[in-house]
Structures are given as structure tokens and as C-alpha cells.
T-cell receptor, first 119, second 109 residues
Framework: GAVVSQHPSRVICKSGTSVKIECRSLDFQATTMFWYRQFPKQSLMLMATSNEGSKATYEQGVEKDKFLINHASLTLSTLTVTSAHPEDSSFYIC???????????????FGPGTRLTVL | KQEVTQIPAALSVPEGENLVLNCSFTDSAIYNLQWFRQDPGKGLTSLLLIQSSQREQTSGRLNASLDKSSGRSTLYIAASQPGDSATYLCAVKGDKIIFGKGTRLHILP
């Protein structure tokens, strides 16, 4: 099946710094990628939809200037948490949609997640 | 606005028992419903995906059903094992994928 990777898997940073998380589709091209956030014992919440070559679409309540998304190629999307604060500590998961038609029903494939801890 | 609810929030059962996890959703206009497994601190493992035109899917000891008109899905786990302990998430896909909060399952050895 299709594989999506994330890097890093875990990051600890100081308050006020910026952190970049990468999401890669390893064996397929993804014109659309999605970023989710999950707080402890909570559901995954969609943050934004990342479209290759265009601006991301952010969900209501998600600050686009704080969570910068770049989808510069068909296999890579990045999420940068700018001026991170302790309340940004969370589990960030990306997913990628295979639009090639190779996979039935344009299924989304999920990455393993990145645990961000802001001190 | 689509809302996905999973009941129960947590469940503990002895090893070997069969069990059912429930998922309900408010908007029946969905493309598919997917069940995932999530181990603590880990990502998602897709278990079963049911298209809106389908009624059920089976994989090994797992069987998922979908009743779109009533907004319900169940995940049936047969002959539970300690390795089945995890959080099980239900997600429905309309114009977006909406997740439930999950059911934390603990299988007692």
C-alpha cells in the first residue's frame, strides 16, 4: 500500500522558536495533503488542506500565520509552527491523497505522526 | 456540520470475548467510513474502509458494518486478544474526513 512518512517523529523545542515538520508520500504523488492535530485523549482535528502549487486552505480557528504550510512538490508538504508556545504541544499527523487513480476511491493515507513538545 | 460519536469511550473485556464498538454520525451524506487503530503515541493504522454503497467489510477477526441511512457503523472484533488493546477511531468522509474521539479498548489477559 501507499506509504506516507513524517519527519521528525518527535521534537522538543523552546517557547518562541519555530519548528518545521515534513510530510512525504514515498511511492505516489499527492496533489493534496492534509494536516491534523490531536490533543491527548481527543479526536484528530483537521487543521488545513495543502494543495500542491497553491495556498493551503485552513479550517476555522486555525491561524494561517502561525501554522505555515508549503506544498512545493507532489511528494512533500511542510508544516512550520512559528513562535511555538506550550499550548501548541500536540501530536501532528499528515495524510496524503493518491489522485492517480491507481488506488481505488482516492483513499487518504496517514503518516505516523510527529510529537511536538514546546517547553 | 458532521459530528461523529463513538460509544463507549473506554472498554475492558477479558481475552477471548467477542466485542462491538459503535460509531454514529449525524450527516448521512458520506462517501465512506473508515475504522482505524491507534496505539499510544503512535499514528493511525487503517483497519477497514466501507464505501457508502457497501454494507460491510471483513478482514480476519474484524467485521465492520455500515447503515448509512441511520448514521451508524459497528466494528465487531471476534475472539479478542491482548494485542488488540488500542484506541479505535471511526472516521467519516464527506467533503472532509471527520474523526470520532475513539474507544480505548483494553483486553484483559
Amino acid at each position: 500500500g501507499a506509504v506516507v512518512s513524517q519527519h521528525p517523529s518527535r521534537v522538543i523545542c523552546k517557547s518562541g522558536t519555530s519548528v518545521k515538520i515534513e510530510c512525504r508520500s514515498l511511492d505516489f504523488q499527492a496533489t493534496t495533503m492534509f494536516w491534523y492535530r490531536q490533543f491527548p485523549k481527543q479526536s484528530l482535528m483537521l487543521m488545513a488542506t495543502s494543495n500542491e502549487g497553491s495556498k493551503a486552505t485552513y479550517e476555522q480557528g486555525v491561524e494561517k500565520d502561525k501554522f505555515l504550510i508549503n506544498h512545493a512538490s507532489l511528494t512533500l508538504s511542510t508544516l512550520t509552527v512559528t513562535s511555538a508556545h506550550p499550548e501548541d504541544s500536540s501530536f501532528y499527523i499528515c495524510s496524503a491523497r493518491d489522485n492517480s487513480g491507481r488506488v481505488k476511491y482516492n483513499e487518504q493515507f496517514f503518516g505516523p505522526g510527529t510529537r511536538l513538545t514546546v517547553l | 456540520k458532521q459530528e461523529v460519536t463513538q460509544i463507549p469511550a473506554a472498554l475492558s473485556v477479558p481475552e477471548g470475548e467477542n466485542l462491538v464498538l459503535n460509531c454514529s454520525f449525524t450527516d448521512s451524506a458520506i462517501y465512506n467510513l473508515q475504522w482505524f487503530r491507534q496505539d499510544p503515541g503512535k499514528g493511525l493504522t487503517s483497519l477497514l474502509l466501507i464505501q457508502s454503497s457497501q454494507r460491510e467489510q471483513t478482514s480476519g477477526r474484524l467485521n465492520a458494518s455500515l447503515d448509512k441511512s441511520s448514521g451508524r457503523s459497528t466494528l465487531y472484533i471476534a475472539a479478542s486478544q491482548p494485542g488488540d488493546s488500542a484506541t479505535y477511531l471511526c472516521a467519516v468522509k464527506g467533503d472532509k474526513i471527520i474523526f470520532g474521539k475513539g474507544t480505548r479498548l483494553h483486553i484483559l489477559p
